[in-house]
């Protein structure tokens, strides 16, 4: 059963086209991640969710923005993709400070 | 902030042989560590965490050693299996009320020949 889900799977931008990508969770976690993956790296945290309180890491680019309107739902939204923000998008989930659970992943492309 | 180095990035080990994955963190803060699998174009799954109140946990063929004076961790593979050919992802994290927020090390490939 899913738990973690994540629309789309793959997407496909084009250069400076804003895109949103989506994230569901069924486990009621109060904590939403989104990383950043890119080929042959680690996962790299964006941002997170504490319940409705929005915490974003000190390094990601403003051209990422988050919303979350409820405890199930968290969006990502690239308002303006450039190449370099081509990448595997994964959302994850926790209760408090539990283990991190991931999303399938959104494969984004930026032609 | 927290710096993770992971060794090797590769590891090549015949079916049946042990494998090794060694961490080494710089937060001494850091209270939480878990490790991940990645398949190929699938995502990481957790696979074993510990904490820093316990020096190893054991779950069947994997466990996980903790040495937190020297700030290392390691993920033990016994009787390798080739379906446990992937990427491993070690990460630590300082937990706090808001969550886990996880550094990830830079990945080994483990491949298991048959």
């Known amino acids: 059963d899913a738990m973690v889900i994540q629309n789309p799977r793959y997407q496909v931008t084009q250069f400076g086209k804003p895109v949103t990508l989506s994230c569901s969770q069924t486990?009621?976690?109060?904590?939403m991640y989104w990383y950043q993956q890119k080929s042959s790296q680690a996962p790299k945290l964006l941002f997170h969710?504490?319940?409705?309180?929005?915490?974003n890491e000190a390094d990601t680019p403003d051209n990422f923005q988050s919303r979350r309107p409820n405890t199930s739902f968290c969006f990502l939204d690239i308002r303006s993709p450039g190449l370099g923000d081509a990448a595997m998008y994964l959302c994850?989930?926790?209760?408090?400070?539990?283990?991190?659970?991931f999303g399938p992943g959104t494969r984004l492309t930026v032609l | 902030g927290e710096n993770v180095e992971q060794h090797p990035s590769t590891l090549s080990v015949q079916e049946g042989d042990s494998a090794v994955i060694k961490c080494t963190y710089s937060?001494?803060?850091?209270?939480?560590f878990p490790w991940y699998k990645q398949e190929l174009g699938k995502r990481p799954q957790l696979i074993i965490d510990?904490?820093?109140?316990?020096g190893e946990k054991k779950d069947q063929r994997i466990a996980v050693t903790l040495n937190k004076t020297a700030k290392h961790f390691s993920l033990h593979i016994t009787e390798t299996q080739p379906e446990d050919s992937a990427v491993y992802f070690c990460?630590?994290?300082?937990?706090f009320g808001a969550g886990n927020m996880l550094t990830f090390g830079g990945g080994t490939r483990l491949m298991v020949k048959p």
């Open positions: 994850a989930t926790s209760r408090d400070t539990s283990s991190q659970y």
């Open positions: 486990l009621n976690h109060n904590v």
């Open positions: 969710y504490y319940d409705k309180d929005f915490n």
């Open positions: 937060d001494s803060a850091s209270n939480y």
């Open positions: 510990i904490r820093s109140n316990v």
């Open positions: 990460a630590a994290s300082r937990v």
